[in-house]
Structure formats: structure tokens, C-alpha cells
């Protein structure tokens, strides 16, 4: 069975501050994607990482593939109260899009 | 062009009694998942369902789960005799063929009484 473990679970942090939230996994996946889904609504995805030891930046955002396509984390430069939410990253094997989600790290950022 | 649409956003039902899901994919988008996300859980894969087709199913409980998504018309997702285990956001998702982006709906939340 795939499992994508993510930590921290819940982060809170003021507003300014960096973090890194993780995601690992022992499968290789052909490509990971990360999700922002804020209460009472669907994911809404971020990006798409596919090559490993990609980086890709999305404003102050920075998402890292893992070299072997194990494990990916996201970087957030300066965080701000509305990147609150729950980010979740999802690993895709196989030719369609049947996901394997983590559990999510639950961010909270004070002003 | 209007987002996954889902319907209704909030669904209560008593023991024993049916759901019904519905799920409009975005225009132009053909293929239709449907997710099941419990409280401080990650979302779990439930069924793949192409236009009269069932894909992979393999996410779905064996009894009282069936999903559709007929030619005309929303996908839905049928839980009979609902018990309360099955409370949880149920999501649905559509893409056009050949892509790996996913577009979500709102989400159904389940509550069983």
C-alpha cells in the first residue's frame, strides 16, 4: 500500500515568518502534486512536480521534488495570514489521476 | 466557464435511509473521481468513472456504494442504507482527458443521523 506521510500536522506561526512543511512516502511516485483546500471547500492544487530534484517557485512558495521521487516539501518565504490552510500533497501512480493523498499539515499564520 | 459543481453542499440522512451525490464535471472535462475525505484525514480515492463507464472502482466499499456518470446528465454517487461511518466530505473531481490536473468541487457533506 502507498502512504504519503506529512508533517508537521499543525504548524501555527506568526505573520513574516518561514516554514517548511514535508511529505514522504517509501513508494516512488511519477509525479506529486500539492493542494491548499481552506474549510468547507475542495482541494484547489498548486502545482505539479514530475522530475526529481525539481524546484519549482509559485511567488513566495517553493515546492522540491526529491531526487528519487520518494518525498517532496514546500518552503513558504515570509508567510501571510491568507496562506492559512490545510496543504496536502498527493503522489500519482499509474496512468490516471487516482491520487494518494496525505493526511495534510494544518497551517495557521497570526498577523 | 463554471467550476465542478456539486449538489447539495450539506446532506442529512437517518440510518438506513439513501444519498444520492450529484457531480457536474467542468465543461470539455470527460472524466469524473469521486473522494471521500473523514475528519483530519486526507481524501481517499473512491471510483474513476469515464461517460457510461466505470473505470477502476477499487476505492469503493463492495456493498450499498455505486457510482455512475451517465451519457446526459451529473455522475452520482449512491449510498443506500447509509450508516453512520459513512458521514464524511464526499468530493468530486473532473479533468479533461490526458491531464494530470484535477479540478474539485465544493464537496458534499455527509451527515448521518
Known amino acids: 500500500t502507498q502512504l504519503l506521510e506529512q508533517s508537521p500536522q499543525f504548524l501555527s506561526i506568526q505573520e513574516g515568518e518561514n516554514l517548511t512543511v514535508y511529505c514522504n512516502s517509501s513508494s516512488v511516485f511519477s509525479s506529486l502534486q500539492w493542494y491548499r483546500q481552506e474549510p468547507g471547500e475542495g482541494p484547489v492544487l498548486l502545482v505539479t512536480?514530475?522530475?526529481?530534484?525539481e524546484v519549482k517557485k509559485l511567488k513566495r512558495l517553493t515546492f522540491q521534488f526529491g531526487d528519487a521521487r520518494k518525498d517532496s516539501s514546500l518552503h513558504i518565504t515570509a508567510a501571510q495570514p491568507g496562506d492559512t490552510g490545510l496543504y496536502l500533497c498527493a503522489g500519482v501512480s499509474g496512468g490516471y489521476n487516482k491520487l494518494i493523498f496525505g493526511a495534510g499539515t494544518r497551517l495557521a499564520v497570526h498577523p | 466557464n463554471a467550476g465542478v459543481m456539486q449538489n447539495p453542499r450539506h446532506l442529512v440522512r437517518r440510518r438506513g435511509q439513501e444519498a444520492r451525490l450529484r457531480c457536474s464535471p467542468m465543461?470539455?472535462?470527460?472524466?469524473v473521481y469521486w473522494y471521500r475525505q473523514l475528519p483530519e484525514e486526507g481524501l481517499k480515492f473512491m471510483v474513476y468513472l469515464q461517460k457510461e463507464n466505470i473505470i477502476d472502482e477499487s476505492g469503493m466499499p463492495k456493498e450499498r456504494f455505486s457510482a455512475e456518470f451517465p451519457k446526459e446528465g451529473p455522475s452520482i454517487l449512491r449510498i443506500q442504507q447509509v450508516v453512520r461511518g459513512d458521514s464524511a466530505a464526499y468530493f468530486c473531481?473532473?479533468?479533461?482527458?490526458?491531464?494530470?490536473?484535477?479540478?474539485f468541487g465544493s464537496g458534499t457533506q455527509l451527515s448521518v443521523l
Open positions: 473531481a473532473s479533468s479533461p482527458p490526458d491531464s494530470e490536473k484535477l479540478f
Open positions: 465543461k470539455g472535462h470527460s472524466h
Open positions: 512536480v514530475v522530475t526529481g530534484g
